[in-house]
């Protein structure tokens, strides 16, 4: 009993890193691939089949417009999957290029830095995207920007950190002593390490940056009909719950499965990388 106990932590997260998996392989293909999955083409209308629940037919039943909602879920995986991803992927190198210089910086361009990064970080990140998008207006293009800005002090913070303390580790203060460029090693040696941290964090943060994204298209910001996005389905279902409830309730779910997976697989990834620092 006392010998098995300790693994039952590890079988679970076993399971659940594998059915997160599972859906974010799903979700990968309806992103790249959504000809395959789909059974209807998701911007043709029939109003003869308006709000019909699901069937053999349709799958999630049809929207008010008769367009198949399973079809325009797959759809609209990589529209709302990719705005997510794009904006994480930004954000990232934003964060380290500017944590990292922040880390060198003199004192007070430094202090300067983080006192905007701290107030940045005062306010959740959806109320953030939803200023930026207030100023430079709807559209899916910059509700990626808007996205993007509001994740970015997070992962200046973290670059910063990890810069400064692999700045002071032994292998790279010899390096240093040897006579490499100080240019050089940051990028063989600090570089890697902050890159490896703000990685897993990363991976947590798409989860975020995908429900920001649905969010802002939620309130009509991001993309317009009849484009099939997760958000915007929500939107255009929130008025139906009683009579048709599947035109919300599909694109609802698609979105905390995704997110919900992306964060499982993050959270698996950074315990990992805990316990091999320990």
Known sequence: MSVAAPSRPRTGR??????????LVVIALAAIAPGLLATHDPLVTDVRASLQPPSAAH????????????????????????????????ALVAGVIAGSLSAVAPR??????????????????????????????????????????????????????????????EHVEAARLIGVPAAVVHVRHVLPGVLGAVSVLATIGVG???????????????????????GLMLSAGRNLLLQAPWVAV??????????VSVSVV???LRARTEERGA
Do not use: H
């Open 14 to 23: 076993a399971i659940a890193l594998s059915t997160a998996g599972a859906v």
């Open 59 to 90: 799958w999630f039943g049809t929207d008010q417009s008769g367009r198949d909602v399973y079809s325009r879920v797959v759809f609209g995986a990589g529209r709302s999957v990719g705005i997510g991803l794009l904006a994480t992927g930004l």
């Open 108 to 169: 007070w361009a430094d202090a300067a830095a983080m006192r905007i990064v701290d107030v940045l970080l005062a306010f959740p990140e959806f109320l953030v995207a939803l200023l930026v998008v207030a100023v430079l207006g709807p559209g899916p293009v910059n509700v990626a920007v808007a996205v993007t800005i509001a994740a970015v002090p997070v992962y200046v913070r973290l670059a910063r950190a990890q810069t400064r303390s692999l700045a002071a580790a």
């Open 208 to 230: 975020t940056s995908i429900l920001a994204a649905a969010g802002l298209s939620f309130l009509g910001l991001g993309p317009t009909e009849p484009t099939p996005e997760w």
């Open 250 to 259: 599909f694109p609802g779910a698609a979105i905390t499965a995704t997110v």
């Open 266 to 268: 993050g959270r698996v």
